[in-house]
Structures are given as C-alpha cells and as structure tokens.
C-alpha cells in the first residue's frame, strides 16, 4: 500500500458518521433526562434508531464515560464553541479519540441537550457530517390478511384444551 492510499485511508476513517443529534434529543425528550443515568439502555435505543452507526455511536458512549452530557446539561450554552473544545480536549487525553471524532462526539451531545430547552436542533457547527441521514427504523403494521382473528385465535386455543382434555379423559379410563 503506498503512502498516498495510506493516508486517504486515514483521513476517510476521521470522517464523522450521520449525524445523531436528532435521534439522541428525540429519545431523550420521549424517556426523559433520567435516560442521562442508565448507559446501557441508552446505549440500546441508540443502536435501535441507529444501527449502521455503531462507531459513532461507541463515540458517543465514550463522551458519556468522560461525564461530557451531565456537564454540558448543567450549561446555559451547551454549544459553545470553546466549551465543546474543551470537552473534546478531555476525551482526547483520557481516551486517545481521534480529536475531529471527539469534536463530533462532544457536539452531538451539546446539539441533543440544547434541543431539549429549544424547539429544533442547533444547527452543527464544528464538524461537516456525512450526507447519510439516520432515520428510526419503522414498525411495519401487519396487513389485515396476516393478523390472527378471533376464531384463528381462539380457535387455536380451544383446540388445545382439547387435546388436554382426550389425554386426560383417556389417562381417567373414561374413553
């Protein structure tokens, strides 16, 4: 591999993902701010809105194991430009994080939380994102043929005791 490819290959992995302010400030105004204290559930909605974003994702984990998300939520301006380098700074050092990775990170925590006090999402300010937008995965309805009725339902169950009832009835010696 030469240098040249190296380096494009390099510089392609620090490239930030879809943008998940959205999906955090959606999960966090329907769950509440309590979701800010259970990492493994809000590590799970994640990955449930998100899937193909699994490394941004981890990024954003990493930002909530370095406290970023309770100290910016405690801030007027969680968007701040220098409040956000000085986060991503700590994520750098503490975690070895990529430093444009962090600034994505750090920043998709501030744009979630400044979401939650505002009617729409600050718009990104550091970081240029990928053109892939992250979109919650839909519940698809069954169509009406597919749903079990009343008596696909029930019918099911009453053929069941049914068949409780010949066991038993032959078990007794009454058939």
Do not use: H, K
């Not at 994520?91 to 994080?97: D, I, N, S």
């Amino acid at each position: 591999m030469s240098a040249s490819s190296e380096s494009q290959l390099a510089q392609s992995q620090l490239v930030p993902g879809p943008d998940l302010a959205p999906v955090l400030a959606g999960l966090l105004r329907r769950d509440g701010i309590g979701l800010l204290r259970q990492r493994a559930r809000l590590a799970g909605l994640l990955r449930d809105y998100a899937p193909a974003a699994i490394r941004d994702i981890r990024l954003l984990l990493t930002a909530y194991d370095a406290g970023a998300p309770a100290r910016l939520e405690s801030l007027a301006n969680p968007v701040e430009a220098r409040t956000l380098a000085v986060e991503a700074d700590r994520l750098v050092a503490e975690f070895g994080c990529a430093r444009l990775l962090a600034l994505n990170a750090v920043e998709t925590w501030g744009r979630a939380l400044a979401g939650l006090r505002a009617p729409g999402l600050p718009p990104p300010l550091l970081v240029p994102r990928s053109p892939a937008p992250v979109v919650p995965p839909a519940s698809a309805a069954l169509p009406d043929e597919e749903r079990p009725g009343w008596v696909g339902r029930w019918g099911g169950i009453g053929v069941g005791v049914l068949l409780v009832l010949t066991a038993l009835a032959r078990w007794l010696g009454l058939v």
